[in-house]
């Protein structure tokens, strides 16, 4: 089952994980996402449970294969959005990311993988992050 919450921390990580070389903390999560660190700490543990993510005690949280490739497949999604609205719908920059969260959760597979065809597959998008594969 599709769970928004729960692809917006995998996305989470994957930002946080790409611009801090693998560290990946607990409170830079709730920060991002504008939530309490006693809720971003209810969510990990699901994310644990569920083999997304390992939390060895005292340590820093890092994606398993499955939550890294979950996470790739979301931010993918995010920055394909981002290149195809500011590139064909020439919405502004500023408004680029909060847009594409709304159509991250709800594009399918296939329109995503349409959208980044018409872009000619781009490596870059505008905000200059790299597009993982998903």
Known sequence: MKSINREDYLRAMFCINESSEGTIKSIEIANRLNVSKPAASEML????????????????????????????????????????????????????????HRLEHSLSDKVVKRMAKILKNPKVCPCGHVIPKP
């Open 45 to 100: 543990k699901k994310l644990k449970t569920d083999g997304y993510i390992e939390m060895p005690p005292y340590s820093n949280i890092k994606l398993t294969k499955k939550g890294l490739k979950e996470a790739r497949k979301i931010t993918y999604r995010h920055r394909i959005a981002e290149s195809f609205m500011h590139n064909i719908l020439k919405i502004n920059k500023r408004d680029l990311h909060k847009e594409a």
